[in-house]
Structures are given as structure tokens and as C-alpha cells.
């Protein structure tokens, strides 16, 4: 059967690093990359920092447009994919088209999630996925005071470090106890908590949004509480997590569970079809369970394993899960899951704002979180991949040698 090339629907770090693996791998089939937005595939850290912050920012190309040129990738802007034709072997566009293919890799991300209360959808609700939305973030910020964040996840807090840093009063409801509850220990969220209401954020826990308060023109200027509160602001940003992008795969037919369901090749429950990313659940091998993870770096490395499955080289996808956070100048890293641990061992003193939180389930090493210790996270990744047998003990004493540990397991 005559190869019709590849179709990667998605084109942010993942569907990239996709379309330049396949090339580097010898594939020269036709390959076409779809993406509805219409700039050049970018970096999307500075979502949340950078494109706020600068005076006239500018999105950063992942690769210039010489690079896919240059490959003969046929990277169409502006183009949404609508439906797979699995029995038919065709990607079906908005504009009624279709691209003939023989194989098709998924890497459609996820998008905001939304909490369900009155007027959550209301004008003037600002959320971040796209440069466009990080425009409207920063256009609202120009002409307000007063910020309201709800949600203290990751980009929630990002967001409202960089609303502190330009001078804005910021609010953040958070419905759980603690900041960044399902993503880190207590003692990293409460290292946040103090350094980001030093940054002059009030912080408020527990507090469960019951709907958004109206202006007299219909746009959104503040929040309810469930216990009555009421919170003005001129500005609102809903960050209260992200779903899944599975309405394409769905409708193919394809596996899903808790995203697009793959294998340990990135390959879906029709082999055809690939997915990564932020779309993608797979069963991870610390955890023994279905996870999806929602980092660059899990989307890179995903996409290099895809790009091997797709032609035929398979090798089950086995790295270390690594995400980080910029919060003003704090940085948090994170190597491994933290899923199902139970004990915390702390190097360093949170007070001095440079520690690591070292998480072990049943005696075993399965997470290294790192507040301005870039040190410790790589020592983390490297203790992580080699199994290397840190005890408790052994992470609570400051004398203990973490490299030495590391060595005598590579060797």
C-alpha cells in the first residue's frame, strides 16, 4: 500500500518536536502539520510572564518558518482540523477539504476549564491558551487596578505573580486548602502562599466561587462566595485547570480515559493514530496507573517516542516526568509524581527560599520538588531515572551525598 504521508493535528512543542523527529528519522513521505492559530508554532511558557509583561511582545518562534520549509513540512496555519476519516484515510478541515493520509498523530493539547457557576462565561472572563488570550490578559491589565484570579493552580499563580510584579492588587480564590494542592507538597505550597503574599496577593483558601459579579454594562467586575462574600475587581481571570482536547479523537472512535487513551508507544487504540501531550493518558511506570501529563517537557519527549512508533521503531515511552512554574522571581521544579506519597523530607530551610522537598512512597524516592535549587532538580532527574535507592533517612541528613549516591548507581 502506497504510504498518502502524515497528518500531526496540533502544532505547539509536541507537534513540532513530532514533524522534526520523523525527518530526522529518515521519513520522507508527505507531512503536513495543521494549527488553528495563526502565528508560526511558539514557545508557550511565557504565556503567563513574558508576553504580559513586555511593552510590545511578540510571539517566539519554536522554529523559524526556514525550518519546516526546509523539510518539506507543510505547515498550515489558521486551519482546523474538524473530523478523521479512519476507514477512508483522510484529515476533513473547516473549509470542507481534506488531506489524504495514511497515518495521523494527535497533538491537540487541552483547553480551559471552566467552573459552573452563573456568568462564569460572561464578557470580561479572561482565560490563557493562546498568544491572543495573553494580549487580552494584558490589555486588562493595563486598564485595571485591581485583579481577581480565581484558581491557585500552576498557571493561576503565574498569572498572579506577574498581575503583583506590575504594580496591579490581586485576589486569588482558591477552593482548596492549599495552593497547587493535587500538584505538590504542604510545605511547597506554603512557601508559595507566604512568598506570593509578600509579593502584596491576598490569598484567600477555601473559597468556593458561587458566580461572577456583573457591571452595569454585562461585563464581568468580581466574584461571589458560597459564604457570601463579595469581591470586586476589574479585572477576572479564570485559571482553574484545563480539560482534554478528545472531541476529534471521540468521534473517530478512539479510546478515551481521562484524555486519549495510548499505549506505551504513544500509539492509540487504533495504531494508525498517535497522541501526546497534554491530550494523551498513558500508564506510567512509577505510578502503575493512567496519568496525563501536562508539561513541554512531557509533550518533547512524547512526541520522539511517537515519531519512532509511527514508523515502525517502537519503544515504550520511560522518562522521568519533569514540569516547573515561574512565579516572579521563584522558581519551582519538579522531577516525578508526587501521586501517592506520604512522607516529605525537606533539604534545606524554606525561610531561606532555597529547598527541595524530597517525597517518598513506601521508602521509595517517587518525587523531588525544588524551590530556587536548580542543583537539586537535576540530581532529582538523574536519582529518579537510576532507581538509585535514596532512603528517608538518607534525604534528611544534609551531609548525605546525593552525587555520590548517584554514581554508585550509574556504575
Given at each position: 500500500m502506497s504510504d498518502k504521508g502524515i497528518v500531526i493535528v496540533g502544532a505547539s512543542h509536541g507537534g513540532v518536536q513530532l514533524a522534526a523527529s520523523l525527518r530526522e528519522k529518515g521519513y520522507e513521505g508527505p507531512l503536513t502539520m495543521l494549527t488553528s492559530e495563526p502565528?508560526?508554532?511558539?514557545?508557550?511558557?511565557?504565556?503567563?510572564?513574558?508576553?504580559?509583561?513586555?511593552?510590545?511582545?511578540?510571539?517566539?518562534?519554536?522554529?523559524?518558518?526556514?525550518?519546516?520549509?526546509?523539510r518539506s513540512i507543510d505547515l498550515r496555519l489558521g486551519t482546523t482540523a474538524t473530523a478523521l476519516d479512519l476507514s477512508g484515510g483522510e484529515v476533513r478541515l473547516a473549509d470542507g477539504s481534506a488531506i489524504a493520509c495514511s497515518k495521523i498523530a494527535l497533538a491537540v493539547g487541552s483547553r480551559p476549564r471552566r467552573i459552573p457557576v452563573p456568568n462564569i462565561d460572561a464578557p470580561g472572563v479572561l482565560e490563557l491558551r493562546t498568544y491572543q488570550d495573553s494580549q487580552a490578559i494584558k490589555a486588562g491589565f493595563n486598564a485595571a487596578e485591581s485583579v481577581l484570579v480565581i484558581g491557585g493552580g500552576f498557571i493561576g499563580l503565574e498569572i498572579a505573580a506577574t498581575a503583583a510584579v506590575l504594580g496591579k492588587r490581586v485576589t486569588v480564590l482558591?477552593?482548596?486548602?492549599?495552593?497547587?494542592?493535587?500538584?505538590?507538597?504542604?510545605?511547597?505550597?506554603?512557601?508559595?502562599?507566604?512568598?506570593?503574599?509578600?509579593?502584596?496577593?491576598?490569598?484567600?483558601?477555601?473559597?468556593?466561587?458561587?458566580?461572577?459579579?456583573?457591571?452595569?454594562?454585562?461585563?464581568?467586575?468580581?466574584?461571589d462566595l458560597a459564604d457570601g462574600t463579595a469581591i470586586d475587581a476589574d479585572c477576572v481571570i479564570s485559571g482553574t485547570g484545563v480539560l482534554p482536547c478528545t472531541e476529534l479523537a471521540e468521534a473517530a472512535g478512539l479510546a478515551i480515559e481521562n484524555g486519549i487513551a495510548v499505549g506505551p508507544t504513544m500509539l492509540s487504540s487504533v495504531p494508525e493514530v498517535a497522541s501526546i501531550g497534554d491530550c494523551a493518558s498513558y500508564v506510567h511506570w512509577q505510578v502503575g496507573r493512567r496519568v496525563r501529563l501536562e508539561s513541554v517537557q512531557n509533550a518533547v519527549d512524547q512526541a520522539k517516542t511517537a515519531a519512532a512508533a509511527l514508523l515502525g521503531e517502537a519503544e515504550p515511552y520511560h522518562e522521568v516526568p519533569w514540569f516547573w512554574s515561574d512565579q516572579a522571581e521563584a522558581k519551582l521544579q519538579i522531577a516525578g509524581l508526587s501521586d501517592g506519597t506520604e512522607t516529605a523530607v525537606l533539604r534545606g530551610d524554606p525561610e531561606s527560599g532555597s529547598f527541595s522537598a524530597f517525597l517518598f512512597a513506601d521508602g521509595k524516592l517517587r518525587c523531588v520538588e525544588s524551590v530556587n535549587k536548580a542543583g537539586d532538580h537535576a540530581l532529582g532527574r538523574r536519582l529518579l531515572a537510576l532507581n538509585a535507592g535514596l532512603t528517608p533517612e538518607q534525604a534528611a541528613d544534609p551531609d548525605f551525598d546525593l552525587r555520590g549516591l548517584m554514581k554508585r548507581a550509574r556504575s
Open positions: 502565528d508560526l508554532p511558539y514557545q508557550k511558557p511565557p504565556l503567563s510572564k513574558g508576553y504580559i509583561k513586555e511593552p510590545d511582545p511578540k510571539p517566539t518562534p519554536l522554529r523559524p518558518e526556514k525550518f519546516y520549509t526546509d482558591e477552593a482548596e486548602e492549599r495552593l497547587m494542592a493535587r500538584a505538590v507538597s504542604p510545605a511547597v505550597s506554603a512557601y508559595f502562599f507566604g512568598y506570593l503574599t509578600a509579593l502584596g496577593a491576598d490569598i484567600r483558601l477555601n473559597a468556593r466561587v458561587s458566580g461572577i459579579r456583573l457591571s452595569g454594562n454585562g461585563t464581568a467586575a468580581g466574584a
